[in-house]
């Protein structure tokens, strides 16, 4: 049987290469163990992330060759806010350079320090711009999310129990906003479901807070709700997409995943005071309210691919990838999160090398142990990515401990899925001759970019 029909042709290739086994063994060891380290060239099939790695349809590049790069006033700028009003229905829409400059806009005007933003799991720019101006992310996902095995059809859910619970014990002022993450990167691309989203404004507007959407992949997570939630069967997605968003004050929203584009991001809201005070600083951060650090060509391409990547077709196309490759994966028994989501498909470290205490930090070693078998890069998303604890200074060892496969979109063969599905199943087999690593360099902020390993002794 094949795999999912591409609903495209190819106009434009890119050459890729196996390096030797040789060079794969000497690169993982100068990149410290860390595949955020690895230089491009050494990479064959690149999982690392779905994040500014799409390819652009024919429409979008046409659209670069329009690019209108004044100062000021763009007409790429005007393009751009009326496809976030179309697709989304936000009002009002602040440009910046992509989705943590719009993250540093946002926690900088709401947040107080001593404050708490609550969220359906953190993702780690957010957890850090929350951190930033004085707050905490305390998690008030529905505890399904926490378990692998689980296949809660909406493991996004926010638990309104937890947050209820947080309100009882510090209080509604403490609470700066409620942050709604959609289909949950850091639980496996887990979608958020309708009813849920609308409970969450109600309690919200009962207690007189704001709720802030972190909307990055809201395309694939309305796509979810189509495809799993009573009633949504025929609506069309942008319908879907509007009435999310009308269950927020505002979002955040990083361009480069569902949009298609290799850059870009924007804040949007229904909020005229929050739109007020954000563009007034975003000309201190990121560059005048009609760029924000975007080229005029960049604009015209994200304004054009948030409708593109509302395409049923597409985002069918789109999903059934990503489950390719886990179903491929499962049918060998490979530990996998489940159900599969939208963007990715994720080991879980701790069953793949249970051999492997928490502090040699299995999922890192599982992600370099992958590049070195196949040349496919993945990335660690376990104890590493979550950091340490902001008052004891302890590293955070979560229940996730995980590796990423993010499948770039548009960009690989059903055969490159194949080929990844059989190296890791390879691996597997030889599992038990895998050393974990030691931690030998730790940045301060984020410290999954830049860290390094050294292998110990079995
Ligand atoms: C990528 C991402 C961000 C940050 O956006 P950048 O464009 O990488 O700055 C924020 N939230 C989520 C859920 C993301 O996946």
């Known amino acids: 049987m094949h795999g999912p029909v591409e609903p495209f042709k190819i106009k434009v290739v890119e050459p890729v290469k196996i390096p030797s086994e040789k060079r794969r063994k000497d690169a993982i060891r100068e ?5 955020f380290l690895l230089l491009s060239v050494d990479v064959f099939i690149d999982l690392l992330t779905d994040s500014g790695t799409s390819a652009m349809s024919d429409n979008q590049w046409a659209g670069m060759m329009i690019g209108d790069e ?6 790429n700028f005007y393009t751009l806010e009326k496809s976030v009003q179309d697709v989304l229905g936000y009002k009002y829409m602040v440009p910046t350079h992509q989705g943590r400059g719009a993250e540093h806009l946002m926690s900088k005007n709401l947040i107080k320090p001593g ?9 780690t720019t957010s957890k850090l711009h929350v951190e930033l101006p004085g707050g905490t992310m305390p998690d008030v996902i529905i505890d399904e999310a926490h378990d692998p095995e689980n296949t809660h059809p909406f493991k996004g859910n926010i638990d309104l129990k937890k947050l209820e619970k947080l309100i009882d014990e510090h209080g509604v002022e403490k609470i700066a906003y409620i942050n709604v993450e959609m289909d949950v990167n850091m639980a496996g691309g887990q979608p958020v479901s309708m009813q849920n989203l609308r409970e969450v404004y109600e309690f919200a507007k009962e207690h007189k807070l704001k709720v802030i959407f972190d909307a990055t992949r809201s395309s694939e997570n309305a796509y979810f709700i189509r495809e799993r939630e009573k009633g949504y069967e025929d609506t069309p997605i ?22 298609l584009v290799n850059i870009g991001g924007f804040l949007a809201t229904h909020d005229k005071e929050i739109f007020e005070k954000t563009r007034s600083e975003v000309v201190v951060y990121e560059g005048l309210h009609t760029y924000g650090g975007m080229a005029g060509r960049d604009m015209e391409a994200v304004a054009r691919g948030l409708r593109e990547g509302t395409q049923y077709e597409y985002l069918k196309y789109r999903t059934n990838q990503t489950r390719y490759l886990g179903e491929l994966l499962i049918k060998e028994n490979i530990p996998v999160v489940k159900p599969i989501g939208g963007h990715a498909v994720f080991l879980n470290a701790l069953k793949f090398l249970p051999h492997l205490p928490r502090e040699q930090w299995p999922a890192q070693t599982l992600s370099a142990a992958i590049y070195e078998e196949s040349g496919v890069r993945s990335m660690e998303r376990g104890a590493v990515s979550k950091g340490r604890d902001k008052i004891t200074g302890e590293n955070i060892f979560p229940k996730l401990e995980l590796v990423r496969l993010t499948i770039p979109r548009r960009v690989y063969t059903n055969t490159h899925m194949e080929y990844t599905a059989e190296s890791i199943i390879k691996l597997y087999e030889k599992k038990d001759t895998i050393p974990g690593l030691k931690m030998v360099h730790e940045p301060k902020y984020l410290r999954f970019f830049q860290s390094r390993f050294e292998q110990v002794s079995l």
């Open 70 to 75: 004044a100062y000021a006033g763009s007409k």
């Open 115 to 123: 404050q708490l933003v609550p969220r359906n799991m953190y993702f």
């Open 31 to 35: 990149a410290g163990f860390n595949t």
């Open 238 to 259: 942008i319908n879907i997409l509007r009435e999310m968003m009308s269950y927020s004050d505002g979002c955040i929203y990083s361009s480069k995943k569902d949009c």
